[in-house]
């Protein structure tokens, strides 16, 4: 994590470093406001820096580590609230906000600052792409809050398509990163293993990207993060209609509630999704709830035990099933 501690001072980095100690791979936020304790967010829990308060000082240490002490070469990045860095990881901005004309120029006084940190989970995918095979890929939706591993297992699903999977050929991917979370390209370079047949368009609207990839790359599966809008879903149908699979993510918790969205409802009546994965949430990011096909039948089946687990069904399928044991 060397490319996140030396965005501190070097009294915070120890500090930093000290407290989290073997516990980066758990980490999902480390949130700094000027002033205040740092305070960072882990999978379970959250815990305070207390003997890490920013003064203004160490502020203008982190922002010219992250612009390079140049501010200028940010204006676009600075527009859009957040910078991405080496590793992947993102770093979201709050401050004074400069408009002009109704529209954000740039963020000035950054004096709150959010380092999510990139999780780049190799075969976190494997246990979903099975669902998402039959014949063919299908055209499927990924269903979750905020920090519930959407643009983790989405990512891994890419690598896994685009690397070939079993006796499937690796196909062409087209990922259309409109918030640079995906792939987390640096300078245009990933900055995360998206395999070998995967192209992107970093840092452009979904809406305009999804026809700019169909028309320049020519995508056999079209990938979008976070999709919403009625723009958004107007491109998914144009993309859908020029026979491409897509996959994408959405915001939610449950299909029940997709089914009240208005700019979603259109995608679920006409059936266009063949799989829907709804994530468990916050509490297990990653973890899947349920997988639903198009005839909203829940086909998910959850692995009942860990490998060397007792299961204590009655299953006789199970080799490790304790009901299957008969003491004489």
Not at 32 to 47: A, K, N, S, T, Y
Not at 49 to 69: G, V, W, Y
């Amino acid at each position: 994590m060397e490319e996140i501690l030396r965005l501190f001072p070097a009294e915070i980095q120890q500090r930093l470093n000290h407290q989290v100690a073997k516990r980066w791979d758990m980490l999902q936020e480390i949130r700094v406001r000027l002033h205040q304790p740092i305070e960072l967010i882990f999978d379970r829990g959250l815990e305070w820096i207390t003997n890490a308060i920013p003064d203004r000082r160490d502020n203008s240490f982190i922002i010219n580590q992250l612009s390079e002490f140049s501010l200028y070469r940010m204006e676009d990045e600075l527009r859009e609230g957040y910078i991405t860095i080496e590793g992947g990881h993102r770093v979201g901005l709050a401050g004074k906000v400069n408009t002009f004309n109704g529209s954000v120029k740039a963020i000035q006084y950054i004096t709150f600052l959010n380092i999510r940190i990139a999780k780049e989970k190799i075969g976190v995918g494997m246990e979903v792409i099975p669902y998402l095979y039959d014949n063919k890929f299908l055209n499927t939706l990924i269903v979750g809050s905020p920090q519930s591993g959407k643009t983790t297992l989405i990512r891994d699903i890419i690598r896994i398509i685009s690397s070939g999977w079993k006796t499937i050929p690796p196909k062409k991917v087209g990922v259309v990163d409109e918030r640079s979370e995906i792939a987390a390209c640096l300078k245009g370079i990933p900055q995360h293993n998206l395999g070998r047949r995967t192209d992107v368009l970093d840092a452009c609207p979904k809406a305009e990207g999804m026809m700019m990839m169909i028309r320049s790359m020519s995508p056999e599966i079209l990938v979008v993060d976070e999709i919403g809008s009625d723009k958004d879903v107007q491109a998914l149908m144009n993309a859908i209609n020029a026979g491409v699979t897509v996959i994408c993510t959405i915001h939610g918790q449950t299909l029940d509630e997709l089914k009240k969205r208005p700019s979603i409802i259109p995608l679920l009546d006409k059936k266009v999704f063949q799989r829907i994965l709804i994530l468990e949430g916050q509490a297990s990011p990653g973890s899947i709830r349920s997988i639903y096909n198009d005839e909203d039948k829940n086909i998910y089946q959850k692995s009942r035990c860990l490998p060397n687990e007792v299961d204590r069904s009655t299953s006789l399928y199970r080799s490790n099933d304790v009901a299957r044991i008969r003491v004489e």
